[in-house]
């Protein structure tokens, strides 16, 4: 038995088909890093890992093709900086694409998580927070940029970051 199809029928098949893949892809992309979890949950998963841990929590967003970010990444492997976010629960939230509405830049996910402990949005940016997810410190860029300004400063950020952190003397919070 063979069945014939018209090519509108195809056509609307493809279509269908398309349309349920693009669907699929920006559920995907929406979640970014953490799953599908609300960035509600992300915070408060954190402080409970904060709290256990006796450490502060160190938001991290970035994207793939952000040069700076990339780069922040690479140098998060050398050795003081490496021993310097030890000290945090640290998340990472990959921001996505960058796109315009009405005029500004916005990026497709964890958007509102930025702007809920941020009044500038850019990236890279990290934020301290404590364990029970108040804001300690915005890290300012300048502050670590390197003195070529090609990049990241490992000893910089690990300093600034080593300020930040929880001591053995100092408890989270209660």
Request: hydrophobic fraction near 40%; include cysteine.
């Amino acid at each position: 038995m063979r069945i014939e199809m018209s090519s509108d029928r195809i056509f609307l098949a493809i279509f269908i088909a398309f349309l349920s893949a693009c669907n699929l892809f920006s559920a995907i992309a929406a979640t970014g890093t953490n799953g599908n979890k609300s960035d509600d949950q992300i915070i408060t998963d954190a402080c409970k890992a904060a709290k256990e841990k006796n450490c502060n929590i160190l938001l991290k967003f970035s994207a793939k093709w952000c040069p700076w970010c990339v780069n922040l990444k690479k140098i998060s492997q050398e050795k003081p900086l490496a021993e310097a976010l030890k000290k945090f629960e640290l998340v990472e939230l990959d921001v996505g694409d960058k796109v315009m509405v009405n005029g500004k830049k916005q990026y497709k996910n964890f958007l509102e998580l930025m702007q809920k402990y941020s009044p500038e949005v850019f990236i890279p940016q990290m934020i301290v927070l404590d364990c029970n997810g108040k804001v300690i410190s915005r890290l300012n860029p300048d502050d670590y940029e390197s003195k070529d300004q090609k990049g990241n400063d490992p000893e910089k950020l690990a300093k600034i970051l080593l300020k930040c952190s929880i001591t053995e003397k100092q408890p989270a919070g209660k």
